[in-house]
């Protein structure tokens, strides 16, 4: 499956071969070992699909641990969240921008639900349930995710294509910035930084592992 993936999201699906596939795995070339595993290479490339965005399926896990009892924390336990799960999720990412115009429609779309429609809809929960406890009319929720999640995406990319970042930023001083943005909006619209009767947080918890 790895194998699979790799040569996908680096030659493309139609020169990824069922013998180079093998060869990647450590097996004899064109020996029919796939075979005794996969119906064939599109059967192997869906399980190798599926088997990651399982593995990544586990926002839902981190946002059933809010509330922290400030915003700060919440929104840095997001930003570490997603940054760690961009990381894992690279090598579909780079599988889908090389062939997307290639994927059968279902897969693609299968891909689009996991990695981007439902995440999003879980922020835009998050998002949704904090206007409402504050009584405050939400703003487009749908958009302020988006502006505030797809900064984290460029950032990453650029750390994989470049191995660096303006002014060598890392995760700690990007999530630091990113959450003092994210606190201005709140502010801004309206939102406490601490829920009324909640206990304090720890200021920077962890999920980078």
């Known amino acids: 499956m790895d194998a699979a993936l790799d040569l996908v999201a680096e030659h493309g699906y139609s020169r990824a071969s069922v013998g180079a596939i093998e060869r990647a795995a450590g097996m004899a070339p064109r020996s029919g070992a796939l075979y005794q595993h996969f119906q064939g290479k599109?059967?192997?490339?869906?399980?190798?699909?599926?088997?990651?965005?399982?593995?990544?399926?586990?926002?839902?896990?981190?946002?059933?641990?809010?509330?922290?009892?400030?915003?700060r924390s919440e929104l840095t336990l997001l930003?570490?969240?997603?940054l760690s799960s961009l990381e894992r999720r690279s090598r579909l990412a780079r599988l889908v921008r090389r062939e997307?115009?290639?994927?059968?429609?279902?897969?693609?779309?299968?891909?689009?639900?996991?990695?981007?429609?439902?995440?999003?809809?879980?922020?835009?929960?998050?998002?949704?349930?904090?206007?409402?406890?504050?009584?405050?009319?939400?703003p487009d929720l749908h958009t302020l995710a988006f502006i505030l999640i797809e900064p984290m995406s460029s950032y990453r990319g650029m750390r994989e294509m470049f191995g660096r970042t303006l002014d060598d930023i890392d995760d700690e001083r990007f999530v630091a910035g990113w959450v003092d943005v994210a606190l201005a909006v709140a502010q801004q619209d309206g939102l406490a930084l601490e829920r009324r009767g909640s206990p304090a947080a720890p200021a920077s918890p962890d999920v980078s592992s």
């Open 42 to 71: 599109d059967d192997l490339l869906r399980s190798a699909v599926e088997r990651d965005l399982a593995a990544i399926d586990e926002l839902g896990g981190v946002i059933a641990m809010l509330p922290l009892g400030d915003l």
């Open 100 to 138: 997307s115009a290639h994927l059968p429609p279902d897969l693609l779309d299968q891909l689009y639900a996991r990695l981007v429609a439902q995440p999003y809809e879980q922020i835009v929960d998050w998002l949704r349930d904090r206007y409402a406890a504050a009584g405050i009319e939400p």
């Open 79 to 82: 930003a570490r969240w997603n």
